[in-house]
Structures are given as structure tokens and as C-alpha cells.
């Protein structure tokens, strides 16, 4: 019995070591560390690389994709533009040295300009007193004879007659209307640059454009006066061009293209109509009547130029010889040239005539850019024309809906064969 019972408690004390040796190794090798391996990236989910690679291809400009799953087909993928392509440096530097130009070019017009209408007022003043001071002093040596005096009045009349040609010949008032114009001009074309440049979207035809633009309004508003200066008195009245003009054969070129695609980009049938109606009110209107009065100040400033200095010399003759006769002729000539001097450039004459003549030139630049416009037979090509329809309303002062008023007025007109009852622009 007691043998028994030592055998049993050797079973349960080898059975309950064996059970704790089993248990330790299996804590041990629990807790037991690995050996270290070799550190992996996660690599993100297949979403959020798509949102990662759609936001750095918006804001580069480029295609770009997973460098870690892409083959070599795809790497040369990669480096290729999308439909806008991010502009080389080259042509940046291009547009910004244009730029610079064009701010010089602002300056030099309203620094020129001031000067010019300082001209006008100066040598008016000029003019004027001398023109007065010489009658009154005809006026004085006819009542206590002096030859003294009839040499003074000759000499003035005879510098005011001088003086009256020149202001005739290169119309002050009109130059500086002119420099006014040129500079206006050019801070519309720096309005159309520096969007480019903050979008950096340019392209070397938008390089060319600009560069045509801006030589083309050198041609129109020169700033020297010998060799360069705009004839002031021309046989025609024509409306003044400052914008490149387009060649028929470039206009026939693009008006042979087909549509490559439906999409009509804002446009319609009935826009296009509209667009077609307001053209016909702009030439048959605007444009005329304002070719109709730069004529009439045309012709008014020419009788006024050579009005102001025939008379002058007239009186100088005058009073170079003596008796009643001649001295009256003298002093009524000389009146009556200091008022034709006031009237012409104390009016500012020419400064009217050139208003007139730019006036027409806008007109005549809304009828080619809206008939360029319909004409382009690709419709991706076009300004949206929606955006359109409401630059040439705010470019003629009106609402869409005043409008399309005018054009349904033209359209109506057309069909009655009758005029429209009103003008296209509101500011003019």
C-alpha cells in the first residue's frame, strides 16, 4: 500500500514538471522578439494614390502616376503634356519683356501727351497776346502817327503769323488727344497680358499676337513729330486702326474649316443671328454717323487753319504800309485772327476731329471681331458665347436684354426695309 502510493505521487510530480516544462516553452517562445527584417513602406490605398495623382496633375500641369506601379511605357507617359501644356521659360521671359515694353510705352504717351497739351494752351496764350498787342498798337499809330509803332505791329503780326502756321500744321490739341488714346490702348493690351502671366498659360502665338498688337499701335499713334507724325489733314476721313488686320486669304483659309466636334461652346442659332443684326446697326448707324461728323470737323478745322494765319499776314502787310485804309484792314484783320485762333484751338478742334476718328475705329473694331468670331467655323475655337454676348453689351452700354432688343429692331427693320430709330452704343 505505501508502495502504491509512491509510485502515484512520482506519476502526478514527473506529470506536473513535464506540464511546467511544456508551459515554459511556451511562454518563452511567446514572448521570444524576431529576428529584425527589412522595413517595408505602406503603400496607400488604391484611392487615395488616384486623388493624390489627380491633384498634382492639376496643379502641374502633367500626367503623373504611381512611380511605384508604372512600367517603362508608362514613364515616358508621364513626361508628356496634357492639352495645356506648362509654358517653356522661353516664353515667359518673351511675354514679360513685352510687358515691360508696353509700361514704358504708357509712360512715354502720357508723359508726351501732357506736353503736347501744354503746347496747345502756351502757344495759343502766345499767339493771341501777340495778336492783340500788335492791333492795339495799329490802333494807337493811327490816332498819333509812329513809325515806331507800325514797325512793332508788323514784327508781331508777322511772329504771329509764323507761330499760326505751325499750331496749324501739327494741331496740338490733336497730338495730345492722340497720346491720350495710344495710352489707354496700351493699358488695355497690359490687361491682357497679365492674366496670362498669372495663369502661366502662354504660348508662342499669344507671344506673336501681343507683339503684332503692340507694333500695330505704334503705326497708329506715333510719338515723334518729324517723318512720323499722322497727317491732320488727310483727303478722307478715315476711321483710326490700332489692332493687326486680318488677310482675306487667312479669313478664307478659316472660314473652308469643318466642325470637328458638336459641341457649340455657348452658341446657338439664334445668338448667332443676333450677333449678325447687331453689326448691321453698328455699320449702318454708329460707324456712319460718326464718319459724318469727323468729316464735318474735318473740313471746319481746315478753314479754321488757314483762316488764322491769312489773316494775321494779312494784317502785317497792313501795317507795314500806312494811311487809314491800311490801318483799319490791319486791326480788323488781327481781331478777327485772334477770334479764328481762339475758336480752332481754345475749341480744340483737332482734338474733336480725332475723337471722332478713334470713336469710328471702335465701331469698325466690334464689326471684325464679332464677323472673325462668326466666321470661325470651329466652335472649340471661340469664346464662349455667352461671355461673349455680354463683353459687346457692356462695350455699347447696354443690358442683355436691351440687347437683344436692338437686335430684334434690326432684324425687324430689314424685313420692313426700313432704318433702325436708334444708335448700338449708349456711351458714344
Avoid at 487615395?48 to 502633367?62: A, C, G, H, I
Avoid at 521671359?93 to 512715354?108: H, N, Q, S
Avoid at 499760326?164 to 488727344?177: F, H, R, V
Avoid at 440687347?403 to 430684334?408: G, I, K
Wanted: net charge neutral.
Amino acid at each position: 500500500m505505501a508502495a502504491l502510493q509512491a509510485s502515484s505521487l512520482l506519476v502526478s510530480s514527473s506529470s506536473s514538471s513535464s506540464s511546467c516544462c511544456s508551459l515554459k516553452r511556451t511562454i518563452t517562445a511567446s514572448i521570444q522578439v524576431p529576428k529584425p527584417s527589412k522595413l517595408r513602406l505602406a503603400v496607400p490605398s488604391t484611392v487615395m494614390t488616384k486623388k493624390l495623382v489627380e491633384e498634382l496633375s492639376t496643379r502641374n500641369s502633367y500626367v503623373l502616376v504611381e512611380p511605384l506601379q508604372m512600367d517603362v511605357a508608362q514613364k515616358d507617359r508621364a513626361l508628356e503634356p496634357r492639352l495645356s501644356p506648362t509654358p517653356s521659360i522661353e516664353t515667359i521671359t518673351k511675354l514679360y519683356a513685352i510687358l515691360e515694353a508696353i509700361e514704358d510705352r504708357v509712360e512715354m504717351h502720357d508723359n508726351i501727351g501732357e506736353q503736347r497739351d501744354n503746347w496747345n494752351k502756351l502757344l495759343l496764350n502766345s499767339v493771341n497776346m501777340m495778336t492783340l498787342t500788335a492791333t492795339t498798337m495799329v490802333a494807337m499809330a493811327a490816332a498819333a502817327p509812329a513809325p515806331s509803332l507800325r514797325a512793332c505791329s508788323t514784327l508781331l503780326f508777322t511772329a504771329a503769323t509764323g507761330m499760326s502756321l505751325m499750331m496749324s500744321k501739327i494741331q496740338p490739341s490733336q497730338l495730345a488727344e492722340e497720346q491720350r488714346n495710344a495710352s489707354r490702348l496700351f493699358k488695355q493690351l497690359q490687361s491682357e497680358i497679365k492674366p496670362m502671366l498669372a495663369r502661366q498659360s502662354p504660348s508662342e502665338s499669344d507671344v506673336k499676337e501681343m507683339m503684332a498688337k503692340v507694333l500695330a499701335l505704334d503705326g497708329a499713334y506715333p510719338l515723334p513729330l518729324l517723318g512720323a507724325m499722322l497727317e491732320k489733314f488727310p483727303a478722307k476721313f478715315e476711321p483710326a486702326t490700332w489692332w493687326p488686320r486680318v488677310s482675306n486669304n487667312h479669313r478664307q483659309s478659316r472660314e473652308r474649316k469643318t466642325i470637328p466636334n458638336t459641341e457649340r461652346n455657348g452658341w446657338s442659332k439664334d445668338l448667332e443671328v443676333e450677333m449678325r443684326a447687331i453689326v448691321q446697326v453698328l455699320k449702318s448707324k454708329d460707324k456712319q454717323d460718326y464718319l459724318r461728323l469727323g468729316n464735318l470737323a474735318l473740313k471746319v478745322n481746315k478753314i479754321m487753319a488757314v483762316s488764322a494765319p491769312l489773316l494775321t499776314g494779312i494784317a502785317a502787310a497792313s501795317s507795314a504800309f500806312g494811311g487809314s485804309t491800311a490801318t483799319m484792314v490791319a486791326a480788323t484783320a488781327g481781331a478777327m485772327a485772334a477770334i479764328v485762333n481762339g475758336f480752332e484751338h481754345g475749341g480744340q478742334v483737332g482734338m474733336v476731329v480725332e475723337m471722332y476718328r478713334n470713336c469710328a475705329g471702335f465701331f469698325e473694331l466690334m464689326e471684325e471681331t464679332i464677323e472673325a468670331t462668326l466666321e470661325e467655323q470651329d466652335y472649340s475655337k471661340r469664346e464662349n458665347g455667352d461671355m461673349f454676348e455680354m463683353k459687346v453689351a457692356m462695350k455699347l452700354g447696354r443690358s442683355l436684354s436691351q440687347l437683344r432688343d436692338l437686335a430684334r429692331k434690326s432684324m425687324a427693320s430689314r424685313v420692313e426695309g426700313t432704318e433702325v430709330d436708334e444708335f448700338g452704343s449708349k456711351l458714344f
